[in-house]
Nanobody, 116 residues
Framework: QVQLVESGGGLVQPGGSLRLSCAAS????????MAWYRQPPGKQRELVAS???????NYVDSVQGRFTISRDNAKKMVSLQMNSLKPEDTAVYYC??????????WGQGTQVTVSS
């Protein structure tokens, strides 16, 4: 069992940057996919970015070129660097990990608000 805890959310002006971090209570070596999802107000949760153990990354089109996902298995952390933030990036952001056998882990979420 792995617990995921997000941090780094907050209020930022349009064009600003935030860095989200996800700390795991145990090893993430077996979490072959780590990802960040977000849920905007009144909308469904969506995948923002994912990273596999081998390092391959994927991004939703709306954040391509602005967000960067990274993982450090030794530190048991996954991060999401968010630049050039837009009001439409406002959402609760969730850390996610998937283990073989389709075992899924979720964090509790962290609020990101982009507003002037």
């Amino acid at each position: 069992q792995v617990q995921l805890v997000e941090s780094g959310g907050g209020l930022v002006q349009p064009g600003g940057s935030l860095r989200l971090s996800c700390a795991a209570s145990g090893s993430i070596d077996t979490l072959y996919v780590m990802a960040w999802y977000r849920q905007p107000p009144g909308k469904q949760r969506e995948l923002v970015a994912s990273i596999k153990n081998g390092g391959s990354r994927n991004y939703v089109d709306s954040v391509q070129g602005r967000f960067t996902i990274s993982r450090d298995n030794a530190k048991k952390m996954v991060s999401l660097q968010m630049n050039s933030l837009k009001p439409e990036d406002t959402a609760v952001y969730y850390c996610y990990g998937r283990q073989l056998g389709d075992v899924n882990y979720w964090g509790q979420g962290t609020q990101v608000t982009v507003s002037s």
